[in-house]
């Protein structure tokens, strides 16, 4: 899955559920963003391993809620 994508997907189901979505801190290989209550890992990588992306996806249902990536 591209990086960008994940993203923008996150940022999009943030916004209408009220959440903030906010990059915390930069690494060299990773950035840390806040979600609501819930701080994530995201790879600098262009593309993420498709299991890298649904364990983002599922540490994310915390914040957004489950099964928010179907939308």
């Known amino acids: 899955m591209?990086?960008?994508e994940l993203l923008r997907r996150?940022?999009?189901?943030?916004r209408r559920r009220g959440v903030v979505w906010?990059?915390?801190r930069q690494g060299?290989?990773?950035?840390v963003w806040i979600c609501g209550p819930v701080n994530v890992t995201v790879p600098r990588h262009r593309e993420i391993?498709?299991?890298t992306a649904i364990g983002i996806c599922r540490t994310l249902e915390k914040a957004l809620g489950k099964g928010w990536w179907r939308e």
């Open 2 to 4: 591209k990086r960008d």
């Open 10 to 14: 996150v940022a999009r189901v943030a």
């Open 22 to 24: 906010r990059l915390e």
């Open 28 to 31: 060299a290989n990773h950035e």
């Open 49 to 51: 391993n498709e299991m």
